[in-house]
């Protein structure tokens, strides 16, 4: 089982509207999670990090964590065509070592 | 400005060649990676190092080598015995584990 599991999308919505990229991770010993954006061709650049419960909020994102459900998610409100990317969820864990750990990443489009 | 350098940004090998990717990075970070990404996936762990002279196998590990003779430096060798090298390859680094990850730009690695 894969430690980190994204939805690889394609996830289509309309300018102006709330996205909400979804990740769920196995290994209950994860302590920190991070979101990375993608641009075809592009090396990832970091969104947002997250280490406790709850939200997060900076600028138009806010990221989510749930330990007990072992789930984070990355929200983007007032999308913008320059959104479109590659979301990868990624965590550190007990099980990975000393490495993050990345999801397959959702791919976002912004019409 | 404190980054992370790869070169080169487009590298394409023969058939049955050894080919070395670099990486530097002068943010005084101990710890290097590198990870391979195919179309469509996430980023795969291919070596780690958590500090000078020493180094660890990540997930895929095979028909791939490294050094790490210098702080700065975590070169990475795509041998002959990797039959599908043909990828997207980027090194990272981390102040310490449990912190975000620095990316340098990528280098793309084509068999021709």
């Known amino acids: 089982q894969k430690e980190v599991e994204q939805n690889s999308g394609p996830l289509s919505v309309p300018e102006g509207a709330i996205a909400s990229l979804n990740c769920t991770y196995s290994d209950r010993g994860s302590q920190s999670f991070f979101w990375y954006r993608q641009y075809s061709g592009k090396s990832p650049e970091l969104i947002m990090f997250?280490?406790?419960?709850g939200d997060k909020e900076d600028g138009r994102f806010t990221a989510q964590l749930n330990k007990a459900s072992q789930y984070v998610s990355l929200l983007i409100r007032d999308s913008q065509p320059s959104d479109s990317a590659t979301y990868l969820c990624?965590?550190?864990?007990?099980?990975?070592?000393?490495?993050?750990?990345f999801g397959k990443g959702t791919s976002l489009l912004v019409t | 400005d404190g980054g992370i350098t790869q070169s080169p940004k487009y590298l394409f090998r023969k058939e049955g060649q050894n080919v070395t990717l670099s990486c530097e990075q002068n943010l005084n970070h101990d710890a290097m990676y590198w990870y391979r990404q195919d179309p469509g996936q996430g980023l795969r762990l291919i070596y780690y190092?958590?500090?000078?002279?020493?180094?660890q196998k990540g997930d895929i590990a095979e028909g791939y080598s490294v050094s790490r003779e210098k702080k700065e430096s975590f070169p990475l060798t795509v041998t002959s015995a990797q039959k599908n090298p043909t990828a997207f390859y980027l090194c990272?680094?981390?102040?310490?584990?449990?912190?975000?990850?620095?990316f340098g730009q990528g280098t793309r690695l084509t068999v021709v």
């Open positions: 190092s958590q500090i000078v002279n020493d180094f």
């Open positions: 990272a680094s981390t102040q310490r584990p449990g912190t975000e990850a620095f």
């Open positions: 997250i280490y406790s419960n």
């Open positions: 990624a965590g550190w864990g007990s099980n990975s070592g000393y490495a993050l750990n």
